[in-house]
């Protein structure tokens, strides 16, 4: 009976604990689903910030990292979080052409911008900004967005002025196909990691990239010329929750995530976190490649660049009103902000 007795004191003793101290409870899983391969440095990025939200809660979530689209297609990546197959998503705008139209205004070319972080703060006033932009991602709890460092080109086939675009086949995801429409190439609408075969095999002649990405895609292997050509941001990068996740969370946790998210999040921890600190130096580990032709554009080819931005902003601001969006007040507070953050 004394056994009896002590074990059930020990078990209540163990119930009140637990009860009421959670930080002894099992941690709430949480997954993390990310397109790009295991090399890239977003996989990087995402695990720092699960440390900082995991840290700050004394281990009451923890976050498990699925890199290389193992929980999604490329092109699912957003649905898959709104679906709840993942709670956590690093996802890209161009993979579901017209559905964030608004936000993916600040990768239009033309603006001059030169760093991610200049277009995370872009990005971050405009969505605070309008509740258009903010509908755009209705469907999850939104984390942050943020654009890359400027697209260069990385091909098969040598781009050493803008005459020598004419007839290319370039890599162009969603609405940055009109981009190089203008310019005379024939865009093709891959995910980026198909194009390393496509390369490989002549479907395409080049993609635009950041400079990481040609080391992570390991796409140096096959693309022999790179132009600094500075064309456009390179694309606009979404970070969300599934709603049904975050509103279940503890109010603690909330107040966390919410405190590493946002504007912090889009430049702290993702812009200067991650584009803007390894760019420089993904440069130089590409022009220590053997074999390798880079080719940068002067003044007289960057004002023809410049030149054709003018047609692609008037078809996006066209294509975007026709949406019923406020196409024109998102552009000409963009072109402000562009100048606000020089």
Not at 9 to 37: C, D, H, K, S, T
Not at 167 to 186: D, Q, Y
Request: hydrophobic share 40%.
């Amino acid at each position: 009976m004394k056994g009896k007795g002590l074990f059930l004191f020990v078990l209540i003793y163990m119930l009140v604990v637990v009860g009421a101290n959670p930080a002894l409870a099992a941690p709430i899983e949480l997954r993390i689903a990310n397109f790009q391969p295991p090399l890239h440095k977003s996989n990087e990025m995402l695990t720092n910030w699960a440390s900082m939200v995991e840290k700050e809660t004394g281990g009451k979530v923890k976050f498990t990292l699925y890199p290389g689209a193992t929980l999604a297609k490329p092109k699912d990546h957003y649905d898959a979080c709104v679906k709840g197959i993942t709670d956590v998503v690093h996802g890209f705008a161009g993979y579901t052409p017209g559905r964030m139209q608004l936000s993916e205004a600040v990768v239009l070319p033309g603006f001059g911008m030169k760093t991610a972080e200049h277009g995370a703060r872009v990005s971050w006033d405009l969505y605070e900004k309008f509740p258009e932009i903010r509908a755009e991602y209705k469907d999850t709890h939104l984390l942050w967005i943020c654009p890359s460092v400027p697209r260069q080109w990385h091909g098969i086939k040598p781009i050493r002025r803008v005459e020598d675009i004419k007839g290319l086949k370039v890599r162009a995801p969603g609405f940055e196909g009109e981009i190089w429409k203008v310019l005379g190439a024939v865009p093709v609408d891959i995910p980026g990691p198909d194009v390393y075969l496509a390369m490989q095999r002549g479907t395409i002649d080049g993609t635009s990239h950041p400079w990481e990405t040609a080391i992570s895609y390991r796409w140096y292997e096959v693309a022999k010329y790179h132009t600094i050509m500075q064309l456009n941001l390179g694309g606009l990068f979404i970070v969300a929750m599934n709603i049904d996740t975050y509103n279940k969370l503890p109010k603690d946790v909330q107040k966390v995530i919410d405190k590493y998210s946002g504007k912090y999040g889009a430049v702290e921890v993702n812009a200067k976190g991650m584009w803007d600190k390894y760019e420089k130096a993904f440069y130089e580990e590409v022009k220590a490649k053997p074999g390798r032709e880079i080719s940068e554009f002067g003044r007289e080819d960057l004002a023809k660049l410049a030149k054709v931005s003018r047609p692609v902003w008037d078809k996006w601001i066209a294509d975007t009103e026709a949406m019923g969006k406020p196409a024109k007040k998102v552009f000409d507070e963009c072109l402000s902000l562009v100048k606000k953050y020089e």
